[in-house]
């Protein structure tokens, strides 16, 4: 248990917010879809990232940066259309980045469902920063 302050290491502690994180993302993929919901919202793009990065490690996903590219490619087709209007293409274009979840498995969806907060927050700072 050490822990000491100016350059040491905090031992004492972290094992206790690597618990505390474990247990909230336990909570976020068993919860109901209005807690989901409800836990989503306030949170900021930085933390949604930290809870997308967490799914993948836990369910052995492919890297943040390809569910990234595969999220904005599909955000921005190819040929000209704009995004798709219905969650479910989003969840077909990541599909087979999972092979090893069971189609039952809501996983994903909860994935998604950081990702595309954490997405839409980022493009709408952006957005922000460039109209000043």
């Given amino acids: 248990m050490a822990s000491s302050y100016g350059g040491g290491e905090f031992c004492f502690g972290e094992q206790e917010v690597k618990d505390s994180e474990r247990l909230e993302l336990d909570w976020l993929l068993k919860c109901n879809l209005e807690e989901l919901i409800a836990s989503v919202r306030p949170m900021s793009a930085t933390n949604c990232e930290q809870i997308v990065r967490a799914i993948l490690d836990r369910i052995n996903g492919p890297t943040f940066e390809q569910l990234l590219t595969r999220i904005v490619g599909t955000m921005v087709p190819r040929d000209g259309r704009g995004p798709p209007a219905s969650s479910d293409e989003y969840y077909f ?40």
């Fill in 93 to 132: 274009a990541i599909r087979d980045l999972f092979p090893q979840v069971p189609l039952e498995n809501d996983v994903l969806g909860r994935l998604l469902c950081f990702a595309m907060r954490m997405c839409q927050l980022r493009i709408e700072k952006n957005a922000n920063l460039t109209s000043h």
